[in-house]
């Protein structure tokens, strides 16, 4: 009796077009209709943010900011606002029709496809860099920005605080980046991701709202699914910005489960056997997609590790450094990842002989191409500068950090206080970027040092740095407080008074500005 030979193995996707990048081998790709409409709804939602920002310069008051990024407060200060509502029914939403919000209603996602619309337009069509470790990138900013404030609370035994509602505010832009943060995020987040790491890489591997969509979208019903008419063409997969390999995921699992999946429609557009569509089904929210599993040939593991352990020191190292209001939390996600590519392609340029990035050909043979030598130029300079802040980061939080002795320890207290202003000094000297939080803890270090030295020409030196932050960042609340205290010492009251007053317009509901204005209203009925 002879024993049955199995049949052998098959691949599934052995009989599918290998795509180079997304470009499918047979025919032309029709264009997408979705596109347009795409297009025309987050114009539209920008015009609403437009109104917005109108009603609120007009009335004074508003709505609080339509924002995931405002939930945060509800966890951190009790503050229960539109954000909030906005975030809990936009997953709600993705729980039952999948992750629609991200492609069609996000001013970042819009942000990213204008960007991508124009490098094409001369000529630079980026391939998706594709990472398996980035990807918790999200995770953890998402970890940042809700979680780790009420973690830190819960382990002090601080109790949490009473819910209060604040769906209106006189003070819309608060919370968000000024004028000139907000044209550099415009560049990293929009140009510089989208033209190194491809469409919606700030989607990818940085933004933390796509964390919580990406999970929910997992467990999602709706879907884009596919009959038999499919030939697996793979211009699906030709014209996804989100990086899905959609050909293969429906040949696989008759839908696709992976959570980029953003539902542009763009793959349903251009399907030329209209064999793919929106539907409900079954969702498969442990299957692995094809995107993590086909293309991990971007890089090997050590790689990985070193781009991860990368991209999460150099976002800490960007985060709140330069000038103004600090460089914000995304923007520095945004630069730590860019940080970590351009890391690991310095590396490959030096050790490879041949190396091309998108589409770019850098190296041949072992000689460095023209590109290739402005590429190394300018990783040294990023490298750089990346290094520099650190640096300055690093020193700042020394000072900041460092025991101060008590006033019944004058000598330790001023030993202490100089320490702290030389790491102060060493900051500032070293800084290619001046950044005004240097000047305002001198300030604070000098002015202390005066009193304990009774040194009058160190409140001098102390007022000009607090001048100079301000300068530098014409919102520190911070340092108009101490250089307002400073001033009613002197005896110059009036010029206290309209600083401690712009203070006001600035931060109204600042504890620390209100008390000082209430104290000159005293003085005045005296």
Not at 224 to 230: E, R, S
Not at 331 to 342: D, E, N, Y
């Amino acid at each position: 009796m002879t024993t049955p030979i199995a049949p052998p193995k098959t691949d599934p996707l052995a009989s599918l077009p290998r795509l180079d990048r997304h470009k499918p081998k047979c025919g032309p790709v029709r264009k997408s209709k979705a596109g347009r409409w795409r297009a025309a709804v987050l114009i539209g939602v920008h015009v609403v943010i437009g109104l917005h920002i109108v009603h609120w310069l007009s009335a004074g008051t508003t709505v609080t900011p339509v924002e995931p990024s405002e939930g945060g407060y509800l966890l951190d200060e009790g503050k229960l606002n539109t954000g909030f509502v906005l975030f809990a029914v936009l997953i709600a939403g993705t729980l039952v029709f999948g992750r629609w919000f991200c492609g069609w209603a996000c001013h970042v996602v819009a942000l990213q496809d204008l960007c991508a619309w124009l490098l094409g337009k001369v000529g630079l069509r980026p391939r998706p860099v594709r990472s398996r470790l980035l990807l918790v990138v999200p995770f953890l900013v998402a970890f940042e920005m809700f979680f780790r404030g009420p973690l830190e609370r819960m382990l002090r035994g601080i109790p949490f605080p009473d819910v209060q509602n604040e769906f209106t505010t006189t003070q819309l832009w608060e919370r968000f980046p000024g004028p000139l943060m907000g044209v550099l995020t415009f560049v990293v987040v929009g140009f510089l991701v989208v033209w190194w790491l491809g469409a919606k890489g700030f989607c990818t591997y940085g933004c933390p709202y796509g964390a919580f969509f990406g999970v929910v979208d997992r467990f999602a019903p709706g879907r884009i699914k596919v009959t038999d008419a499919c030939d697996a063409c793979g211009h699906c997969t030709s014209v996804c910005t989100s990086n899905v390999r959609v050909h293969e995921e429906v040949a696989i699992h008759k839908q696709i489960v992976d959570p980029a999946c953003m539902k542009c429609m763009d793959c349903v557009s251009v399907c030329p056997k209209d064999a793919l569509y929106y539907g409900f089904a079954s969702p498969k929210p442990f299957r692995l997609s094809q995107q993590r599993i086909r293309a991990r040939a971007d890089f090997t593991w050590p790689e990985e590790i070193a781009m991860a352990v990368v991209a999460i020191g150099a976002t800490l190292t960007y985060r709140g450094a330069w000038f103004g209001d600090g460089v914000p939390l995304l923007m520095a996600v945004g630069l730590g990842v860019i940080t970590a590519v351009l890391a690991l392609l310095g590396w490959r340029l030096l050790r490879r002989t041949d190396l091309a990035f998108q589409h770019t050909s850098l190296k041949v043979g072992g000689r460095f191409r023209t590109a290739g030598v402005a590429a190394i130029v300018g990783i040294v300079a990023w490298v750089v500068l990346t290094a520099d802040t650190g640096l300055v980061q690093y020193q700042l939080w020394r000072a900041t950090t460092m025991p101060i002795a008590g006033r019944d320890k004058p000598s330790e207290r001023t030993a202490d206080l100089r320490t702290m202003d030389g790491r102060l000094v060493f900051a500032q000297s070293v800084a290619l970027v001046e950044d005004p939080r240097l000047a305002f803890r001198r300030g604070l270090a000098l002015r202390e040092l005066a009193v304990a030295t009774a040194d009058e020409s160190g409140l001098d030196r102390a007022e000009e740095q607090l001048r100079r932050a301000i300068a530098l960042s014409p919102k520190m609340v911070d340092a108009m407080v101490p250089l307002a205290d400073l001033l009613n010492l002197r005896g110059e009251l009036g010029e206290a008074e309209q600083l401690l007053r712009h203070a006001h317009e600035v931060k109204p509901k600042d504890p620390n500005v209100q008390f000082r204005l209430d104290a000159i209203e005293r003085g005045r009925k005296r």
